[in-house]
């Protein structure tokens, strides 16, 4: 999958988002809610990305009016307030001595910038690890374009919700998660939490193993009372960098738990049994 590059003129190459765009204005705010939504798709016919973002946004998005566009057209619409935009970028971050690439998705808003990362920033959700095929993700789509208009929603109604940690915020919905199924993929639990008695020991709430199939179906039903969880980490031998974990609501878009680690030894590369404390602690 290849990005959109922070330069002036806008071309498909891997670069980097190093930090964080700027939050919009409570009138940047206004622009957003009045505006079409472009969706930058590749440039390449066969990209299985422009597969899945057609799909995932005719079924999903509600909150704007919508429109498929070519990068040529990002560079000249970018400027525009009456646009807001989803893109999909490379990130890094300082801190992280790996130096380890995410593909973002990012809801971002129309401005006369010189640069995209000065474009504000409505919302942007951690997707997959650069280079992982896009058919690890494309399957939860739905779930995270149904979240990022859900979360446009809210910093509509109130723009205080905008800022720095506005992922954390979600956080205060932990304790909803006890009237909830938890849905994961075996892949995505560290071996210390890999069986349902593991899982048991510490948190006895409802949490189901379960396949993809699964996974998409509960998001296509927006199954009642039920979250998935979506991980974003290193692939492949790696034992280093960032891993992201969110659970988000199959039938009402919300999130319900955001936390990051740093991979080491200690704390490998999945859910761990100290996130499933974390929830316990409201049982």
């Not at 057609?54 to 079924?59: C, G, H, P, S, T």
């Not at 509960?218 to 031998?237: M, Q, R």
């Not at 030894?265 to 602690?281: C, H, M, Q, T, V």
Request: proline share 5%; aromatic share 10%; glycine share 4%.
């Amino acid at each position: 999958m290849k990005k959109i590059s922070l330069a002036v003129t806008v071309m498909f190459c891997s670069v980097l988002l190093c930090g964080q765009a700027p939050f919009p204005s409570k009138d940047e705010i206004k622009q957003f809610a009045a505006s079409k939504t472009c969706v930058v798709l590749e440039d390449n016919q066969f990209s299985s990305y422009n597969s899945y973002i057609r799909a995932a946004m005719k079924e999903y998005w509600k909150i704007t009016p919508c429109e498929f566009i070519k990068v040529t057209d990002f560079n000249v619409r970018r400027l525009k307030p009456e646009y807001s935009f989803i893109v999909l970028t490379e990130t890094n971050f300082d801190k992280d001595k790996s130096n380890s690439l995410f593909n973002f998705i990012n809801l971002l808003q129309g401005k006369d910038v010189n640069k995209l990362g000065e474009m504000p920033e409505i919302c942007a959700v951690p997707l997959s690890f650069a280079g992982e095929d896009d058919f690890e993700y494309g399957y939860k789509l739905g779930a995270i374009l149904s979240f990022m208009q859900k979360h446009a929603q809210l910093i509509m109604e109130d723009p205080s919700k905008t800022g720095r940690k506005y992922l954390k915020y979600y956080n205060e919905n932990i304790p909803d998660v006890m009237k909830k199924t938890i849905l994961v993929k075996q892949e995505d639990l560290v071996p210390d939490i890999g069986t349902i008695e593991r899982i048991k020991a510490i948190y006895s709430n409802k949490l189901e193993i379960v396949s993809e199939d699964e996974i998409v179906k509960a998001i296509e039903n927006k199954t009642p009372n039920t979250v998935i969880l979506h991980k974003v980490g290193p692939v492949g031998d790696r034992n280093e960098g960032y891993c992201f974990k969110m659970l988000i609501g199959t039938d009402d878009a919300n999130m319900y738990y955001y936390n990051v680690h740093s991979i080491d030894k200690s704390n490998p590369n999945g859910f761990l049994p100290a996130d499933l404390k974390r929830l316990a602690r409201f049982d």
